[in-house]
């Protein structure tokens, strides 16, 4: 939590620098869009196949005498049906969290109205937005107060390490929160944008950390700065709850798109596999292309253009499952051991 100096030692404020990332890895895993993402998949697979016959040339003219090329394709069409039903699976799982008698919905919805009621109370802000995005920026704006008051408050009190420590935790939860602030403006739920904003939001540190300054400090602060400790910690307590709600409303509606874009995208690809299947002639194909056999080429591209959806669902789930793989808790834990380290050396000292 600290430096040898006394300072914070904050981590980094965006979640690709606190993984450890590179910019290209974060850039596939979840940022680059899905389409484009997909595509380069199909670009890759393409050129190792290429690769692949021009070091390989021999295994194809094997191949071109028999009818093992209309297998394939017919094994790529049993491939594309089974993820047609998967993704029909997922659709009706999607649809099953809407189910439920009339006292199920109605508890859903007094639970939500309850929640928005506890951020009114305890950050004073008047009705909040009913937008997703209005609603997140409401959260962090109810930190940036708390944060500016306990900033202004530390200055009235005598100097000394712990009110030195307290300022300085505060602006950098103010600092932090108008950060974000000003990422959601312009984004809009159902992209994936609000969603990237409120992830680089670390409310588990600057949970914990405002709590370890209350029990470090015990007796050096006034009653006032306590207790505006306590408030920015109950009010940073109702961002994680509300980020994970959000998120789960964003993959239902992922997963939505995505099921809709991959039966419009399978329908073509199954046509493609049948002809290939059952009416594509080899003979008609000789010559070369790029040094490498004719039919050999069209074929693996029509292997490529195939895959398609496949490649699609695949860039959508990949994003999706990295997301949950960087907020599998809600609550004030960081699920990185050289960060937990750190905490401890700071309590031991």
């Known amino acids: 939590m600290n430096d040898?100096?006394?300072?914070?030692?904050?981590?980094p404020d965006t979640m690709r620098e606190r993984v450890g990332d590179s910019r290209p890895k974060t850039w596939f895993l979840i940022d680059g869009n899905r389409w484009f993402v997909a595509g380069l998949l199909l670009v890759v697979a393409f050129a190792i196949i290429l690769l692949a016959g021009a070091l390989f040339p021999q295994p194809f003219e094997t191949v071109r005498s028999t009818d093992q090329i209309r297998s394939l394709f017919q094994s790529i069409f049993l491939a594309t049906v089974t993820s047609i039903a998967l993704t029909l699976t997922i659709g009706q799982l999607i649809l099953s969290e809407e189910m439920g008698d009339l006292g199920e919905q109605?508890?859903?919805?007094?639970?939500?109205?309850?929640f928005r009621k506890d951020v009114q109370t305890s950050m004073d802000v008047g009705v909040p937005p009913a937008t997703p995005t209005g609603f997140l920026r409401t959260l962090l704006?109810?930190?940036?107060?708390?944060?500016?008051?306990?900033?202004?408050?530390v200055t009235e009190e005598p100097d000394s390490k712990a009110t030195a420590e307290v300022a300085e935790f505060a602006g950098l939860v103010a600092d932090h929160s108008d950060r974000i602030m000003d990422d959601l403006d312009d984004a809009e739920f159902g992209t994936f944008e609000t969603l990237s904003a409120v992830l680089d939001f670390n409310y588990s540190w600057k949970?914990?950390?405002?709590?370890?300054?209350?029990g470090r400090h015990e007796g050096g602060l006034s009653a006032e700065t306590d207790h505006l400790l306590d408030e920015l910690v109950q009010n940073l307590s109702l961002f994680g709850p509300a980020r994970q709600y959000f998120k789960l409303l964003y993959y239902q509606h992922e997963l939505i798109d995505v099921s809709r874009?991959?039966?419009?995208?399978?329908?073509?690809?199954?046509?493609?596999?049948?002809?290939?299947?059952f009416a594509f002639d080899i003979e008609p194909f000789s010559g070369t292309i790029v040094g490498l056999n004719s039919a050999f080429v069209l074929?693996?591209?029509?292997?490529?253009?195939?895959?398609?959806?496949?490649?699609?669902?695949?860039?959508?789930v990949l994003r999706m499952v990295t997301v949950s793989q960087r907020t599998l808790t809600i609550g004030p834990f960081i699920l990185r051991e050289e960060e937990d380290a750190e905490d401890i050396g700071a309590i031991d000292n």
């Not at 039966?263 to 596999?273: D, E, F, I, R, V």
């Open 4 to 11: 040898s100096d006394g300072h914070l030692s904050p981590p």
């Open 106 to 114: 109605r508890s859903r919805m007094q639970d939500e109205i309850q």
């Open 141 to 153: 704006l109810g930190a940036r107060q708390d944060a500016t008051a306990l900033s202004e408050q």
């Open 207 to 214: 949970t914990r950390t405002a709590r370890r300054l209350r």
């Open 261 to 277: 874009v991959l039966l419009y995208t399978a329908m073509p690809a199954l046509g493609l596999t049948t002809f290939m299947g």
């Open 299 to 316: 074929v693996s591209f029509v292997i490529v253009l195939s895959l398609f959806p496949f490649a699609l669902l695949l860039s959508f």
